[in-house]
Structures are given as C-alpha cells and as structure tokens.
C-alpha cells in the first residue's frame, strides 16, 4: 500500500506563490506517473499538471506558464509551484500516483487564493 502525503497548502493573496509537496512512501516515485488534481466542492477533480516516470511534464491550459512540476526521485517527493495564483485557483488539491500495481491518492490541501 502506497501512503501519499501532501502538505504547502494555506491562504495566499492573488499574484501570490505557494508550494505543495507530495511525499510518497517508498521508493515509488521513479516508477510512476504522478499528477496533481483539484476538486471544488460538489464538481469533479480536474487534473492540473502531471510528469511521467520519464519526466514528460502536462499542464492545464489554465495554469501553463504559471505552474511547474517537479520530482525528486532521491526524496519520493512530487512538488507543485504556483506562482501568480489567481482566486478561482481556490480549490483542494491533491497528489494522484500511478503505477503498474496500483493508482492511489492523497488526503489533498486546501489552496485558498484571497485578499
């Protein structure tokens, strides 16, 4: 079983950054695909930007030029950095991890972009 914990979540006004961080348990990261979702109450979870185990990289239009993602096989880490947050970027993100045995999620962080 995969534990996937995400953190860097919390209160940012617009035009600010933030980074979220997915750790998993395990050296799993290298192997999988991982990709950070979010979800408003009540709508489905949309994808935000994933990476392959070979470092292919997709975006959202909506976030392309504003967010990157990046892996750190050495600490099973995913990291999500936002910059240039806008409010309808409020929403709980999460971290999704995929591989050949399993396709687990994280309890996901709140992002709240507000003045």
Known sequence: QVQLVESGGGLVQPGGSLRL???ASGSIIRISVVGWYRQASGKQRDLVASITS???INY???VKGRFTISRDNAQNTVYLQMDSLKPEGTDVYYCN???PYGNYW???TQVSVST
């Open 54 to 56: 070979g470092g292919r």
């Open 21 to 23: 961080s997915c750790a």
């Open 60 to 62: 959202a239009d909506s």
């Open 106 to 108: 994280g309890q996901g």
């Open 97 to 99: 991890l995929q591989h």
